[in-house]
């Protein structure tokens, strides 16, 4: 089982999206599942996102800036949306919409 919080406009693709509470999906992977493969089949569109998070770990971001925070990353390259970083079951993914677009420490 993967859990996947989601944050901002993205919210509205869950459907306990109640004002003040987490949003959470969980869902369970396949053997073979990329962040990217996972994201559409639990209908996130990635244009929407602006941050992705797998494990406390950003894997892609619309922001350079927010490299400069420090935040532990998951690759060298976090303008790869290609999201091919593997995820399984225990996993726990971070999405922000665009309407976050500044994360601060």
Known sequence: MVE??????LRRYSEADRAGQEVIIRAESGPADTM???LERIGVPVEEINHVFLNAKLVATRNQLVALY???????DLSDWDLKVA???????????????????
């Open 4 to 9: 996947v919080y989601l944050y901002g406009t």
């Open 36 to 38: 990217g493969s996972f």
């Open 87 to 105: 995820i399984g079951d225990g996993d726990r993914v971070g999405l922000f919409g665009k309407d976050m677009a500044v994360l601060g420490m």
């Open 70 to 76: 420090g935040y532990p990353q998951i690759g060298s």
